[in-house]
Nanobody, 123 residues
Framework: QVQLVESGGGLVQAGDSLRLSCAASGRTFSNLAMGWFRQAPGKERELVATISWGGASTYYTDSVKDRFTISRDNAKNTVYLQMNSLKPEDTAVYYC????????????????WGQGIQVTVSS
């Protein structure tokens, strides 16, 4: 089992920045592919970004490219999502996810999920 705990969400204004963190426990973190997903009210959950075990490979959905950065610190068992130039359409519950299988950039059926954290961007 993998436990994931997100932090860093909140209410910000358009153009502001936020950094989400996700602390993992339960398995060797460096063996986990990690991802961030989000779900806005009335919409399906969507993949935001993923990162491979060592951090060498990343993937971003088009709407966040050049604004969001996913990174990981394997010594701290933590994955981050730096979000810059936030827009009202980024408002959603953000979920951290972990997967024990080989890293696939666009994989969305992750094994383990956090409880989610709210990010609200006001205009």
């Amino acid at each position: 089992q993998v436990q994931l705990v997100e932090s860093g969400g909140g209410l910000v204004q358009a153009g502001d920045s936020l950094r989400l963190s996700c602390a993992a426990s339960g398995r060797t973190f460096s063996n986990l592919a990690m991802g961030w997903f989000r779900q806005a009210p009335g919409k399906e959950r969507e993949l935001v970004a993923t990162i491979s075990w060592g951090g060498a490979s990343t993937y971003y959905t088009d709407s966040v490219k050049d604004r969001f950065t996913i990174s990981r610190d394997n010594a701290k068992n933590t994955v981050y999502l730096q979000m810059n130039s936030l827009k009202p359409e980024d408002t959603a519950v953000y979920y951290c996810a972990a997967d024990i299988r080989v890293y696939l950039p666009r994989r969305s059926d992750y094994n383990y999920w956090g409880q989610g954290i709210q990010v609200t961007v006001s205009s």
